[in-house]
């Protein structure tokens, strides 16, 4: 079982930063590729990023590849979510996932193969 802290959320303008974490609980964090999503009000959850166990391999949503990086620390069971040049459009909550399953581009965008989730945290761009 794993548990999910997420953190670092907030408001700001357009054009500015954010730098998301998402802590976890138990010894086996490094056996877990971790994932961001994102939603909107009214809208579906939408995935952001991910990365496998070891850091070596992430993927992103076109709509934030560029200015989105995504990094895991295993020593410390966090991973984070850099986020640059932030637009009106980004703003959401941000929930933070884990998986159990093989890493690969097309599984680990869906969020039907997470196992476990954070509660969110709310992210708001203002123009």
């Known amino acids: 079982q794993v548990q999910l802290v997420e953190s670092g959320g907030g408001l700001v303008q357009a054009g500015d930063s954010l730098r998301l974490s998402c802590a976890a609980s138990?010894?086996?964090?490094?056996?877990?590729?971790m994932g961001w999503f994102r939603q909107a009000p009214g809208k579906e959850r939408d995935f952001v990023a991910a990365?496998?166990?070891?850091?070596?391999?992430?993927r992103y949503a076109t709509s934030v590849k560029g200015r989105f990086t995504i990094s895991r620390d295993n020593a410390k069971n966090t991973v984070s979510l850099q986020m640059n040049n932030l637009k009106p459009e980004d703003t959401a909550v941000y929930y933070c996932?884990?998986?159990?399953?093989?890493?690969?581009?097309?599984?680990?965008?869906?969020?039907?193969?997470?196992?476990?989730w954070g509660q969110g945290t709310q992210v708001t761009v203002s123009s």
């Open positions: 996932a884990a998986s159990r399953g093989q890493f690969y581009s097309t599984n680990s965008q869906m969020a039907g193969w997470y196992d476990y």
């Open positions: 138990g010894r086996t964090f490094s056996r877990y590729a």
């Open positions: 990365i496998n166990w070891s850091g070596g391999d992430s």
